[in-house]
């Protein structure tokens, strides 16, 4: 089992930056990468940034060049530094840790989300 607990979002005008964070705990030595998705009302949930286990960075194209993820190992802790934030970046913002069991399978592991809302 993985837990996942995420903070730092909130509301903050068009043009503005906010940074969430996700720490995690339990069977982490299995998770092969984390990342981040979001939802807004009335739509899909979409992948927003993901990072692997080698650092390996994944970005949707619409946050390319604002936002960054990175990890920091010793404290398991996955961040989304988002600048220059849209309106059309207000969602749910939820944290995800992929595992992986050899000879086992997979599982999803998902926060309980966060807020972010971005005003024009």
């Known amino acids: 089992q993985v837990q996942l607990v995420e903070s730092g979002g909130g509301l903050v005008q068009a043009g503005g930056s906010l940074r969430l964070s996700c720490a995690a705990s339990?069977?982490?030595?299995?998770?092969?990468?984390m990342g981040w998705y979001r939802q807004a009302p009335g739509k899909q949930r979409e992948l927003v940034a993901t990072?692997?286990?080698?650092?390996?960075?994944n970005y949707r194209d619409s946050v390319k060049g604002r936002f960054t993820i990175s990890r920091d190992n010793a404290k398991n802790t996955v961040y989304l530094q988002m600048n220059s934030l849209k309106p059309e970046d207000t969602a749910v913002y939820y944290c995800n840790a992929f595992q992986l069991l050899p000879g086992v399978g997979a599982n999803d592991y998902w926060g309980q989300g966060t807020q972010v809302t971005v005003s024009s």
């Open positions: 990072i692997t286990s080698g650092s390996n960075t």
């Open positions: 339990g069977s982490i030595f299995s998770i092969h990468s």
